[in-house]
């Protein structure tokens, strides 16, 4: 089975990509890569999953928007559930300028058989697509208690966030199910932004990067666990958005109430 992640740039900015693989029990990491334009992404996404491979993809975008103003009821959710966290997403629409794009993103990869999957039998083959969203889900899997803020704010405070998420990504990735193995091609998740130098071009390169690998690892949870450890907020109707329900310190707490 494959996974991927796409940190959708919404307007005209770059897209982070990942692509994941389950090979023997556990996630290879098989490409990280950035692209500014949908054609591209789209062949980049045809040449990892060959017709007919299954596969899932993460989306960090609203590709499912049924209302015209406001905000969908997915977007409310995740203030109502991830506040306290600072974790609530920015609200989507059909008369905001990332609409088209984002919409027609969803509908391009429907073209190519991955269909919606706000429901999913866990360990079913087949081509599925979700929204995901980077911010809860690493508040979740890695048991914080905020978000981490490398997206704003000073470069040095945003340089030092970062540096966090990548630690979380290669130290606990790998110790959990499905479990992230980052050996083989450890080559790359060398960034250029863990040097002490660093610009604010260089942050939001690794940046897209990393929050695709989040992209690719939360479709991966979805498609191994289903709805055992994520929680949907939303549905194909309103739109939705899938997130892990445990985080690791949940996860380490039950298997220690299960050995005794």
């Known amino acids: 089975m494959k996974f991927i992640g796409i940190d959708l740039g919404w307007q005209s900015q770059p897209s982070g990509l990942c692509f994941l693989e389950l090979i023997d029990g556990k996630l290879q990491l098989q490409d990280l890569d950035r692209k500014d334009e949908i054609a591209d992404i789209l062949v980049w996404v045809d040449n990892c999953v060959q017709a007919p491979e299954s596969a899932i993809i993460g ?3 609203p590709t499912l928007i049924p209302n015209a103003t406001g905000s969908r009821l997915p977007d409310k959710l995740t203030h109502k559930h991830f506040g306290k966290y600072h974790a609530g997403c920015y609200p989507a629409n059909l008369g905001l300028p990332f609409a088209q794009r984002t ?27 979700i929204e995901v969203f980077p911010h809860p889900a690493i508040v979740k899997l890695f048991g914080l208690d905020r978000i981490l803020k490398y997206k704003k704010g000073k470069i040095g ?28 091609n450890s080559h790359f ?35 191994y666990w289903g709805e055992q450890r994520n929680l949907v907020l939303g549905d194909e109707s309103t739109g939705y958005i ?18 005794f």
């Open 59 to 61: 989306v960090d975008a």
């Open 242 to 259: 899938v997130i892990p329900a445990e985080s690791r310190r949940e996860v380490l707490e039950r298997e220690r109430e299960n050995k």
């Open 103 to 129: 919409v027609n993103f969803g509908l391009e990869l429907e073209s190519r058989g991955y269909l919606h999957a706000p429901t999913i039998e866990a360990q079913k083959l087949g081509r599925y697509q």
């Open 189 to 223: 998740l060398k960034f250029d932004f863990l040097s002490s130098i660093c610009t604010g071009k260089i942050l939001k390169a690794a940046e897209d990067k990393l929050d695709s690998l989040i992209c690719a690892y939360i479709a991966a949870y979805w498609w």
């Open 157 to 184: 405070d945003r340089h030092l966030e970062l540096k966090k998420l990548y630690n979380y990504i290669t130290e606990i990735l790998p110790t959990l199910e499905p479990s992230l193995n980052i050996e083989n």
